[in-house]
């Protein structure tokens, strides 16, 4: 198995970042760590890498112990931040981390090429990276990590702060490897981009995985076959929480939530809340998706 | 209103930059302290000037003056080396004490040569034969020659009257007495020189520069350089070369904060692997820092490079490697850019005025010269004056290069110490 994590946890002072972590990535598969910002997903990325020693659990990479000499070379993490030399050309910082990771001569040489290629720089090659559009820095940020052709990569947010053009080269460059059978970690806390990318995505919150699946699993398990139905009044007060909580529905930020087997049901709540003398500004029927998932476990938008 | 509003902001803003106070108001009162200590003799510290004295003639007239000189509150005399493991050494002879100068223990020795109680005072002119006082110098010190050579007068006037005396009736008995031919003859000779050498009324009194007391002065070391070129190349070489080292240190702390220092410690890349590729690079900036400003030296103000080619190798690399692990530790203690930034300025103007970078350090209180040890600076700046001033062999150089070495291997292994912050989170 590419990763095993089991029970691990990770407490910086008073906060726990990491709270008793279990889980395993399969061969090949792209896994999603889908949770808001602060939830635990980079500090569970670095202890991953050796970047930080956790103070219980076990983590090992094709077998081998995090931090060690094997798993480093088996690992390609792509940091959130841009962590590459400003003041070099974009294969001179390739070529860096390269013979960091024990490269030279011509193997060395290839797999700046190779990875040149696959962030679409090689017309960039000679560029200083601080003279690069942000999009390209964050191409060549992973491409930064695929050096030394890994078989495990870690990619902590590598969309954040780029453009929709730049996001969808981005995806094309994951989808690349995936087809190629590489084992991914994605985090992120874009619902859409775990979505589109992931074969399994687990939710990530308060240093805890809440639930783990594919999409339609994920969905599946919190509603059912049922849908949603968001409705929005004008003035959100405790007549109406009591109201919405009676019909089995909950208010989050100001919003009502139901969910509904048949789409029919709606006529009854629209009926109700007329009745009951409040104002209705919007009524919207969702199909449930991952950001529903996330706030019907734990009553948080999944951007807050 | 506006005026005020802007001066709020900015104060506000001060007060939280830490590094910016320090280099505002510690460094002016620490600057000071140090140039006042210097200067201003504090608490009745100022320097002495350091002499050896040889008396070989033990006349009346040798006695008396090195009684004079040992009475001066500015002189801190020597006669002998100082014990050795409470054994008391001989006293210095001309030759122990000219190797004492040329080693740099003292700035100056003075040899009363045998024979010279004999006529130690000079009114007529110079008469080469008769010994006069040695003044074997440093000329690096150019301050404690001629304030020697004015004390000996001083001495010859106020310590040994009659001494004076009884030279006196010798001249007059030489110079004067009944004018017969052969006087006559003596006081034309005299004459004539004056008429001939119009610049030359000191000469005649003295030979010396007018001096009652004849002293010859004789550079024993750096006669072969113009000036001190080399000096200040070490001095002023070694203050930058600290702030070099750790401004180049600092790519550490960018590299923390731009993320690249995980993503290096990700690879097979070690913390100690990662420092010790740092320290090398940063010897090397500053070896060749130090090349350029040595060449620099030679192709402009003369100074003789190439022959000391062994030396400067040895001291250079040594310095290097000593300055890059000062970098090392200063960029490990602090944790941004600013703090880096007013912490070595701070520290480096410290250490390089008390290690003589700025003021020669034998000019120097002793305490503070004594401080100077613990610098960089002095042992660098000893070590370079030790091949290109006083043309010493490498192997002279064991102190300075043992100090120097040990204090990269100390301060490296404490840097490497305090990085392991970066190491593990």
């Given at each position: 198995m590419p990763l095993r994590v089991a029970s691990l946890v990770k407490r910086f002072g008073a906060l726990t970042?990491?709270?008793?972590i279990s889980l395993g990535l399969r061969s090949g598969e792209c896994l999603g760590w889908l949770?808001?910002?602060?939830?635990?997903k980079s500090t569970l990325i670095r202890s991953i890498v050796g970047r930080v020693m956790p103070d219980s659990g076990s983590i090992s990479v094709f077998g081998a112990p995090a931090g060690s000499t094997a798993a480093r070379d088996v690992l390609g993490w792509i940091p959130q931040e841009l962590a590459l030399y400003a003041r070099l050309t974009c294969s001179e910082n390739l070529a860096s981390f390269g013979r960091y990771h024990g490269l030279s001569g011509a193997a060395l040489d290839q797999a700046v090429s190779r990875c040149l290629d696959w962030a679409t720089l090689t017309d960039r090659a000679g560029e200083l990276v601080k003279n690069l559009s942000g999009g390209m820095k964050r191409r060549l940020n992973m491409a930064a990590g695929m050096i030394h052709a890994p078989k495990l990569v870690l990619m902590d947010?590598?969309?954040?702060?780029?453009?929709p053009q730049s996001r969808n080269n981005i995806f094309e460059m994951i989808e690349k490897l995936r087809d190629e059978g590489m084992s991914i970690i994605y985090t992120t806390h874009y619902m859409e981009e775990a979505e589109r990318l992931c074969d399994r995505i687990a939710i990530v919150d308060h240093g805890k995985v809440i639930a783990l699946g594919t999409d339609a699993e994920l969905v599946a398990n919190a509603f059912g076959t049922r849908s949603q139905v968001i409705a929005r009044f004008a003035a959100a007060d405790d007549r109406v929480a009591s109201w919405v909580a009676e019909r089995g529905g909950r208010l989050v930020d100001g919003a009502a939530e139901f969910t509904v087997e048949r789409p029919s049901e709606i006529a009854g709540l629209l009926d109700g809340a007329s009745k009951a003398g409040f104002e209705l500004i919007d009524v919207a029927l969702h199909r449930p998706n991952l950001e529903s998932v996330f706030l019907h476990l734990t009553g948080r938008a999944l951007r807050e | 209103m506006m005026i005020s509003a802007i001066v709020r902001t900015a104060v506000a803003s001060l007060r939280r930059d830490r590094a910016a106070l320090a280099l505002s108001f510690i460094l002016p009162v620490v600057f000071f302290s140090i140039f006042a200590v210097i200067f201003g003799?504090?608490?009745?510290?100022s320097p002495k000037v350091k002499l050896i004295v040889v008396d070989e003639d033990h006349s009346r007239a040798s006695e008396q003056i090195v009684k004079g000189l040992q009475a001066e509150t500015t002189l801190s005399i020597r006669t002998r080396p100082a014990a050795v493991k409470g054994v008391e050494q001989p006293e210095y002879t001309a030759a122990s004490a000219e190797a004492a100068v040329k080693d740099g223990d003292v700035p100056l020795a003075v040899i009363v040569p045998k024979g010279f109680g004999e006529n130690p005072i000079s009114f007529g002119p110079r008469d080469p034969s008769r010994p006069s006082i040695q003044l074997l110098k440093d000329?690096?010190?150019?301050i404690a020659s001629e304030m020697v050579t004015g004390l000996l007068q001083k001495v010859g006037m106020t310590s040994m009257p009659d001494v004076m005396a009884e030279q006196g009736t010798k001249n007059l008995e030489r110079y004067a007495g009944a004018l017969t031919k052969e006087q006559r003859e003596r006081m034309d000779a005299g004459l004539k020189y004056l008429r001939e050498h119009p610049d030359a009324g000191s000469t005649v009194m003295g030979g010396n520069g007018g001096q009652l007391i004849p002293v010859t002065a004789r550079s024993v070391v750096g006669e072969n350089h113009p000036d001190m070129i080399s000096f200040y190349a070490a001095a002023i070489g070694v203050m930058f070369l600290l702030f070099t080292t750790s401004g180049a240190a600092g790519a550490m702390l960018d590299e923390a904060e731009s993320g690249t220092l995980d993503r290096v410690l990700s690879s097979r890349v070690t913390m100690t692997s990662l420092m010790l590729g740092k320290m090398a690079f940063n010897s090397l900036l500053a070896f060749t820092q130090l090349v350029v400003m040595f060449l620099w030296g030679w192709a402009v103000?003369?100074?003789?490079f190439w022959a000391h080619i062994p030396g400067f190798i040895v001291m250079g690399v040594c310095t290097a490697v000593a300055v890059a692990a000062f970098g090392m530790l200063l960029a490990s203690t602090c944790t941004t850019r600013a703090q880096l930034g007013a912490l070595s300025t701070l520290i480096i103007l410290v250490m390089s005025s008390i290690g003589g970078s700025m003021f020669p350090r034998f000019l120097m209180p002793e305490a503070m010269q004594k401080a100077g040890l613990l610098t960089i600076n002095a042992w660098a700046i000893d070590g370079f004056t030790k091949i290109f001033w006083r043309d010493e062999p490498v192997s002279h150089l064991w102190p300075q290069v043992g100090v120097l070495l040990g204090i990269a291997v100390v301060l490296f292994a404490v840097a490497r110490r305090l990085a392991r912050r970066w190491e593990f989170a």
């Open positions: 970042a990491v709270d008793g949770g808001p910002n602060g939830a635990g947010e590598p969309t954040v702060g780029v453009d | 003799g504090r608490g009745g510290a000329p690096s010190d150019m103000f003369k100074l003789d």
